[in-house]
């Protein structure tokens, strides 16, 4: 059950790539960073799967994978923003936020070979900020990638909640720790299912979506 729920997640974000590629190169429709978003998660997955196989520590790759992911989807969010404090914002927050990363692992290098939870929590939790200030912005736009950021507002936030809760629970049983992990393995799914669903409705017909 362990495995089908990771490597059908694989799936689904091969998938998704494949999709979101095709509708970037061939119809010009899909947003440049989304489709970075997607190449570089697989980038970053496969080679976590690959390491952890070899039985070698794979937390490096994972850290990278969070700033990275913070930082691609900021520039996907920032470029459908229309207002420039917005898109200053995000600017910003994104600097302020990797000078934090840089100067702690610089302080502690031994962390970037580590679970670093606050480095997890806060790249996530600014994703969420991101993809809100989208939210209320569709309110009055047309809802471009409505249902990529109600995915990401779903997984982000969700996880994030499930890693706090494992940290605070460190003396619960390991079936409590391993239903959480379960947990967070069907919402990578359903956040992944959210993108697949997006291209469904957006790029799969003749609908256009305007692109940066």
Same mark, same amino acid.
């Given at each position: 059950?362990?495995?089908?729920?990771?490597?059908?997640?694989?799936?689904?974000?091969?998938?998704?790539?494949?999709?979101?590629?095709?509708? *970037?190169?061939?119809?010009?429709?899909?947003?440049?960073?989304?489709?970075?978003?997607?190449?570089?998660?697989?980038?970053?997955?496969?080679?976590?799967?690959?390491?952890?196989?070899?039985?070698?520590?794979?937390?490096?790759?994972?850290?990278?994978? *969070?700033?990275?992911?913070?930082?691609?989807?900021?520039?996907?969010?920032?470029?459908?923003?229309?207002?420039?404090?917005?898109?200053?914002?995000?600017?910003?927050?994104?600097?302020?936020?990797?000078?934090?990363?840089?100067?702690?692992?610089?302080?502690?290098?031994?962390?970037? *070979?580590?679970?670093?939870?606050?480095?997890?929590?806060?790249?996530?939790?600014?994703?969420?900020?991101?993809?809100?200030?989208?939210?209320?912005?569709?309110?009055?736009?047309?809802?471009?990638?409505?249902?990529?950021?109600?995915?990401?507002?779903?997984?982000?936030?969700?996880?994030?909640?499930?890693?706090?809760?494992?940290?605070?629970?460190?003396?619960?049983?390991?079936?409590?720790?391993?239903?959480?992990?379960?947990?967070?393995?069907?919402?990578?799914?359903?956040?992944?299912?959210?993108?697949?669903?997006?291209?469904?409705?957006?790029?799969?017909?003749?609908?256009?979506?305007?692109?940066?």
């Amino acid at each position: 059950m362990d495995d089908f729920l990771i490597y059908f997640g694989y799936f689904i974000l091969i998938i998704n790539f494949v999709l979101y590629t095709f509708s *970037f190169f061939q119809k010009g429709k899909a947003n440049v960073f989304f489709v970075a978003y997607l190449g570089f998660s697989f980038l970053m997955q496969f080679t976590m799967e690959f390491l952890y196989h070899l039985k070698k520590n794979n937390l490096l790759v994972m850290n990278s994978f *969070f700033i990275g992911q913070m930082v691609i989807l900021g520039l996907f969010y920032r470029s459908l923003y229309n207002l420039d404090v917005q898109k200053k914002f995000v600017v910003v927050a994104l600097t302020l936020v990797l000078v934090l990363l840089i100067a702690q692992n610089a302080f502690d290098p031994n962390l970037l *070979f580590k679970f670093n939870l606050p480095q997890i929590t806060v790249t996530s939790l600014l994703i969420v900020v991101f993809a809100l200030i989208h939210f209320y912005n569709i309110l009055t736009e047309k809802k471009q990638y409505y249902y990529i950021t109600v995915g990401v507002v779903i997984y982000m936030f969700g996880a994030t909640v499930l890693l706090l809760l494992g940290n605070l629970t460190t003396g619960l049983s390991d079936d409590f720790k391993y239903i959480s992990w379960r947990i967070n393995a069907v919402l990578v799914i359903v956040y992944y299912f959210f993108v697949l669903f997006e291209w469904i409705k957006s790029f799969s017909n003749k609908n256009s979506i305007t692109d940066v």
